[in-house]
Nanobody, 121 residues
Framework: QVHLVESGGGLVQAGGSLRLSCAAS????????MGWFRQAPGKERERVAA????????SYADSAKGRFTISRDNAKNTVYLQMNSLKPEDTAVYSC??????????????WGQGTQVTVSS
C-alpha cells in the first residue's frame, strides 16, 4: 500500500509560480513511474506531467509544455511539479499518482487526495 500526500497548492496571481510536492509513504516508489493530474470543475481529469522511475524521461500535456517541470527525488520518495507562468485556466485540483511500472503504462495504481491550485486573473 502506498500513501501519497500532496502539498504546495494555494492561491496565486496569473503569471506567478507554485511548486507542488507529493510525498509517498508505506513503500518506496523509486522503481515506479509517477504522474501529476488535474481536474477542474465540470472537466475530465487530465494528466499534466509524468516521469519514469529514474527521472530520465518526462512527458507533458500540451497545456503544460514550457511552463511546468516534473522532477523526483527518489531518496526522499517525493515527486515535484514546478509550475511557472500560471494562467487562470490552470485552476484545478492537482493530484499525484503512482504507476505499476517503471515507465508510464496503463493507469496508476495509487492516488493522492489532491491539492487545490487557484490562479486569479
Amino acid at each position: 500500500q502506498v500513501h501519497l500526500v500532496e502539498s504546495g497548492g494555494g492561491l496565486v496571481q496569473a503569471g506567478g509560480s507554485l511548486r507542488l510536492s507529493c510525498a509517498a509513504s508505506g513503500r518506496t516508489v523509486s522503481s515506479y513511474a509517477m504522474g501529476w493530474f488535474r481536474q477542474a470543475p465540470g472537466k475530465e481529469r487530465e494528466r499534466v506531467a509524468a516521469i519514469n522511475w529514474s527521472g530520465g524521461s518526462t512527458s507533458y500535456a500540451d497545456s503544460a509544455k514550457g511552463r511546468f517541470t516534473i522532477s523526483r527525488d527518489n531518496a526522499k520518495n517525493t515527486v515535484y511539479l514546478q509550475m511557472n507562468s500560471l494562467k487562470p485556466e490552470d485552476t484545478a485540483v492537482y493530484s499525484c499518482a503512482v504507476y505499476s511500472f517503471g515507465v508510464v503504462l496503463g493507469t496508476p495504481s495509487y492516488w493522492g487526495q489532491g491539492t487545490q491550485v487557484t490562479v486569479s486573473s
